[in-house]
């Protein structure tokens, strides 16, 4: 605020000094310039009729020639008086306006209300640093929780369409490159209810200078970052940011799995696809040689993925010096049927159109599947709005980086634990996986499925805190049970357990709950209300463990035991 | 030299020059005060505040303040004379004539204050 008044000042600092020599000279004018009253008589005019006159005059409101009608020489200098203020007038005018249209000061004026916004905010919220496909995501995501979040953004175009996407609620956006510190603090970095940041731009470096930031700022505060490249998600680890999503990483991991572990892919796709339906057998991928077409950031993660899993494949790529490809490589682009020829896609089972434009993608794949019908089809779609040609062209899997980011991150929102247990279950055998899908599938159906975590703690789970504090065990059991009814089980799989460094896959339900485990879990939506409900209700936790239903507040508890203690005196 | 401090002290003195100007005199004797004396302080009072415009510095700040002191004196000091000619009609009795001067003398210490600030500040100037 300040800063624009004194911009507004500074800027006036020249109209105000011209108008008040104006007036000055005019009302000075007016003084010395000998007139005459009706009898004509000499009259001089003094400095208060003289500043009347010119106040109205210089309007040019003009209330005629005051108190006596002027002589010639009076008009005289009225006229050159007339055009000298009406002239400064609208010069100071002017540089008024101007001020307002002025881009600075535009910005300023907008920085100011956004501070404003985001200071007012009183509710736990994310600082989203970029708004391009997965930040819209993302968003859409955290309104549909109700979580809300502070956007920054370089280009003002995005700023604008975060405008128009209608969300529920406002959410303060600037313009501006969060990699700059200052912007970050605007943007609410120290907030008291900032709870994480996410750094999602489509700028490595940006990302990596916002992570640095915040992480020095507010050591405390989870910092979510993107990144495309092995370098940089190497220095993002180097100083502690939370978690690092690299979506081509995890695209090809994901695709591996699907190759490799049709289960671990089934129960990875149920547990970070909300909308997922899982199957109870999972489509079968088919294993033999692959042709991956374009070796950039993707196909490069994706050949070292397949080189690990003993995957075949052939690269099909038009740049191989500027791509540092290897030697045994096809080069073209992998929209003619020449070059998927000379790659053999008779022989594969699969190809990969992994590009960064989407009609080239779109046309690997029409190529392909007409020369080789069997063939699986993966296609890497870059852009949200290309959504329903994609669709229509019937591939098996469409990798889209903005979907695979949101989800992703969402998961970490959601219960950060989550991909821990991703990560541990590919190391787990088939049967088991099996198993636990099987487990799902009989508590939820076909619903959504949904995951949380709860950690023990005296804040998180007052209940469940009061409990240990009174020397009692609270088993895994117990966390599961329906608060309205103690005989069943809420719909709800704890899944990973986590306790300082130990991690406890499907963990037993008789284990012995300790302060600060962390338990997983996945189930119904509605199950991990009642559960969060339960874990901070003494009352609740009372009935689970014993069965006695009743008011149990200390208020109660008092007038139970004055109500016992006088009917004992009265026997 | 920089002409833009040249021209900012020159008014800022100018103004505390001429306000001790006009209040220099008998008290309330009309003869030994000008009214162009008072118009003039007025004027140059005013382009002075109009210059310390926009100054984010502290010091910048108590300059502005003091002028709008001095500005504040002087306007009423003129309204009165210009209310005791036309409005009361009784003319610049000695009693009228003693209020508005002493007017000017507050707004005098005001402008006193803001040269003191000038020199303070060009004091701390080690170039």
């Known amino acids: ?571 | 030299m920089n002409t833009e401090k040249v021209v900012f002290a020159f008014f800022i003195v100018l103004a505390l020059t001429v306000n001790f100007g006009f209040f220099l005199g008998d008290i309330d004797n009309i003869d030994h005060h000008a009214v162009y004396e008072l118009f003039a302080a007025i004027i140059i009072s005013f382009i002075a505040t109009a210059m310390k415009f926009g100054d984010r510095t502290y010091i910048g700040a108590v300059l502005l303040a003091t002028s709008l002191v001095a500005d504040l004196q002087l306007v009423v000091a003129a309204v009165d004379w210009g209310l005791a000619l036309h409005v009361r009609e009784e003319g610049l009795t000695p009693a009228t004539v003693a209020r508005i001067v002493s007017l000017s003398g507050g707004a005098l210490l005001a402008n006193v204050t803001s040269v003191i600030l000038l020199m303070i500040e060009a004091a701390l100037v080690r170039r």
């Open chain 1, 1 to 571: 605020m300040n800063s624009i008044l004194f911009i507004l000042l500074r800027r006036l600092r020249a109209p105000m000094i011209l108008l008040i020599i104006v007036y000055a000279v005019s009302i000075l004018g007016f003084v010395q310039i000998p007139g005459m009253d009706h009898e004509g008589n000499p009259w001089q005019m003094g400095f208060f009729h003289a500043f009347y006159f010119v106040s109205f005059m210089s309007t040019t409101i003009g209330f005629g020639e005051i108190p006596y009608p002027f002589t010639d020489a009076q008009r005289f200098w009225a006229l050159i008086c007339l055009y000298a203020t009406v002239v400064s007038w609208i010069y100071s005018v002017g540089a008024v306006l101007s001020v307002f249209r002025d881009d600075a000061f535009i910005r300023i004026m907008k920085r100011n209300r956004f501070q404003k916004q985001v200071k007012r905010i009183a509710e736990p919220f994310y600082l989203i640093c970029g708004y391009g496909e997965t930040g819209l995501l993302v968003l859409n995501k955290l309104a549909e929780r109700n979580i809300h979040a502070v956007i920054v953004d370089v280009q003002q175009n995005r700023i604008d369409a975060l405008e128009v996407d209608n969300l529920g609620y406002k959410v303060p956006s600037l313009c501006g490159d969060a990699s700059r510190p200052d912007v970050l603090q605007d943007a609410g970095l120290k907030h008291n209810y900032c709870i994480g940041v996410l750094a999602i731009t489509n700028n490595d470096h940006a990302n990596l200078a916002i992570s640095i930031a915040s992480k020095l700022i507010m050591p405390n505060r989870p910092v979510i970052s993107r990144t495309e490249s092995r370098d940089y998600a190497a220095n993002l680890d180097s100083f502690g940011t939370d978690h690092i999503v690299d979506p081509f990483e995890a695209f090809s991991n994901y695709l591996t799995m699907a190759i490799c572990s049709p289960y671990h892919h089934a129960l990875y796709d149920w547990l970070t696809n909300p909308e997922h339906r899982a199957l109870s057998e999972p489509a079968q991928s088919p294993k033999g040689r692959w042709i991956i077409c374009g070796f950039g950031r993707f196909g490069k993660a994706l050949r070292q993925q397949f080189i690990k899993n003993h995957i075949e494949a052939t690269i099909i790529e038009p740049d191989p010096k500027a791509t540092q490809a290897p030697d045994d490589i096809v080069i073209g682009i992998g929209t003619e049927a020449v070059t998927l020829c000379e790659a053999h896609v008779e022989g594969a089972v699969g190809i990969v159109a992994g590009t960064a434009d989407d009609a080239n993608n779109l046309s690997i794949i029409m190529t392909a599947k007409e020369l080789n019908p069997t063939l699986y089809t993966v296609a890497r779609q870059n852009e949200q709005a290309n959504e329903d040609i994609f669709d229509a062209a019937e591939i098996d899997i469409i990798m889209k980086p903005s979907v695979m980011m949101s989800n992703h991150i969402m998961s970490l929102i959601k219960a950060p634990l989550l991909i821990n247990f991703l990560k541990k279950i590919q190391q787990e055998e088939t049967t088991w996986v099996k198993q636990i899908l099987t487990q799902l599938e009989d508590v939820i159906g076909n619903q959504s499925l949904d995951s949380w975590s709860v950690t023990v703690s005296p804040w998180e789970t007052e209940g469940i805190a009061e409990i240990m504090g009174q020397q009692k065990d609270y088993l895994l059991k117990h966390l599961v049970t329906d608060p309205d009814d103690r005989t069943i089980h809420l719909p709800v799989v704890p899944l990973l357990l986590h306790h300082d460094d130990q991690y406890i896959l499907a963990p037993p339900l008789n284990h012995k709950l300790k302060m600060g485990d962390s338990i997983l879990f996945s189930g119904h939506y509605q199950a991990s209300r009642k559960m969060r409900w339960a874990t901070n209700d003494i009352t609740t936790i009372h009935y689970i463990l014993n069965g006695i239903n009743g008011l149990e507040s200390p208020l109660w508890r008092w007038l139970t035991g004055i109500f016992s203690r006088t009917s004992k005196n009265d026997i």
